[in-house]
């Protein structure tokens, strides 16, 4: 006899739960082929042609449970598995994620027949279309109205992903589902319990203090740290307060937008760079950090230091960087660095120093211990990077040197074969407040060499 002291059953939480690890798990994946076919085509907005993927699984959640609600647990779920598994975003993913949730409860809210084809549409659509406005909430407000329309259609590109691949795409695989009996042959949802608006209002409530949170705990200083490998560091404003702002054109999550802010360009000059400095660490004050190349630094003329409010309340986003990685919110510290490298030799067809810069977009990001505490830190697949270099044919090991945590010297040797064949080991660039290092783990945050010095391939 069923037990109806509960609204969800064990069976519904283990199927919110198993949609969710799927969707969290699935959306890395979704996410590398968008930006893939992105550099490709080339054209804003295209990335968006996937937004109904990441949410195909909410909907999902209240097909297959037959209850109201259903979309917003899953999208709870959903968010703290991408959380958890270092997405990139940090806390915003679990912001999207459940405002993703609620607006698919949402959209099947108006209709009689919550099991038809236009509800599961509706709430697809909505739930696609609102990753593009949460992480505008979140971005460096554009600096005229034209930017704001451009964000429409980009929100309409997603609306319509959703309402095929999560709305349409999502009928038919519940209608699969339950001819193999997954779910119980039924026309219909189950009703909308009477207490469901008020669970409903109350999860909005929630989100929107999340959300206010988030925006506060987000905030960067007042005050920009220009220092490394410079002649003399400061603080801006305090100092250099006087350079002109400009307005130029960047693009991010498809959408081409001018922004408002000062040269970063401008801003290293003034401190006087060494000759030698190769990148620039933009660091937030959340710990995130990703690089920018020097030669970018020097010649990008979109690269700008974006304020988000006026006089004692400002902080600073980076904008106009060539990677997205780099467009960094709540900028805390600007670090130029000097050349670092780790070289490549043995039998290898062209020995040499790894580039990070030649593989930033084939990077992901990780939490490891290298000796500093657990932080976040990008990598590339090392087997692709060796194999970058011409592994000659008979080379059949990979001697990786360096130290340990505690200064010692060390030798790691791995199968040649067992790197290639295994993407998630990786070459990781180590952030550190005036330098880069190297080190190679996986993307499980094992650590294999936490501070490399050379490779070897024998």
């Known amino acids: 006899m069923k037990d109806s002291r509960y609204y969800f059953s064990t069976r519904d939480l283990l199927m919110l739960a198993a949609l ?24 804003a907005g295209t990335t968006q042609w996937a937004a109904g993927l990441h949410v195909l699984w909410l909907v999902l959640a209240v097909g297959l449970t037959r209850k109201a609600g259903s979309g917003t647990v899953a999208g709870i779920l959903k968010g703290a598995v991408e959380l958890l598994t270092g997405n990139s975003h940090g806390l915003l993913v679990l912001l999207v994620d459940i405002i993703a949730g609620i607006l698919v409860d949402v959209g099947f809210l108006p209709f009689r027949k919550k099991d038809s084809t236009p509800a599961y549409c509706l709430a697809g659509g909505l739930a696609a279309a609102s990753n593009v406005f949460v992480f505008q909430l979140f971005a460096s407000l554009p600096a005229d109205i034209i930017a704001y329309g451009a964000l429409v259609i980009v929100g309409l590109v997603a609306f319509g992903s959703g309402v095929l691949f999560a709305g349409l795409l999502g009928r038919v695989l519940v209608n699969a589902l339950r001819r193999a009996g997954v779910v119980k042959d039924s026309t219909t949802l189950e009703k909308t319990p009477k207490l469901y608006p008020a669970f409903l209002v109350v999860a909005i409530l929630l989100t929107i203090g999340f959300t206010v949170f988030l925006r506060h705990s987000l905030a960067g200083p007042p005050t920009i740290l220009i220092n490394g490998a410079v002649a003399s560091e400061y603080a801006y404003p305090d100092e250099n307060g006087d350079i002109e702002s400009i307005t130029a054109e960047g693009t991010l999550r498809d959408t081409t937008t001018r922004y408002e802010g000062i040269p970063i360009r401008e801003l290293v000059e003034r401190a006087g760079p060494q000759s030698t400095a190769s990148l620039v660490l933009i660091k937030a004050s959340d710990g995130y950090a990703f690089f920018i190349d ?67 977009y084939e990077m992901d990001a990780t939490r490891l211990d290298v000796g500093q505490g657990v932080r976040k830190y990008q ?35 791995l199968p040649l074969a067992e790197i290639t064949a295994n993407d998630d080991i990786r070459i990781f660039s180590i952030v550190g407040d005036d330098a880069i290092t190297f080190a190679v783990a996986t993307l499980d945050s094992q650590v294999i060499v936490p501070d490399v010095t050379r490779i070897d391939v024998e």
């Open 294 to 360: 020097m030669d970018e630094v020097e010649t990008s003329e979109s690269l700008l230091l974006a304020p988000q409010g006026k006089g004692e309340d400002a902080t600073y986003n980076v904008v106009g960087a060539e990677n997205s990685k780099a467009w960094i919110r709540s900028v805390a510290e600007i670090t130029v660095v000097a050349p670092s490298a780790v070289d490549v030799a043995g039998k290898v067809d062209s020995p040499g120093p790894y580039d990070q810069n030649a593989w930033q």
């Open 20 to 43: 969710a690890a799927l969707g969290g798990v699935t959306s890395t994946y979704v996410n590398a082929i968008g930006d893939f076919i992105q550099s490709i085509v080339g054209v």
């Open 379 to 413: 990598g590339a697949p090392l087997g692709m990077v060796l194999d970058s270099f011409g592994l000659q044919t008979d080379a059949t090991t990979v001697a990786i040197a360096g130290r340990d945590t505690s200064g010692a010297e060390m030798i790691e040797r």
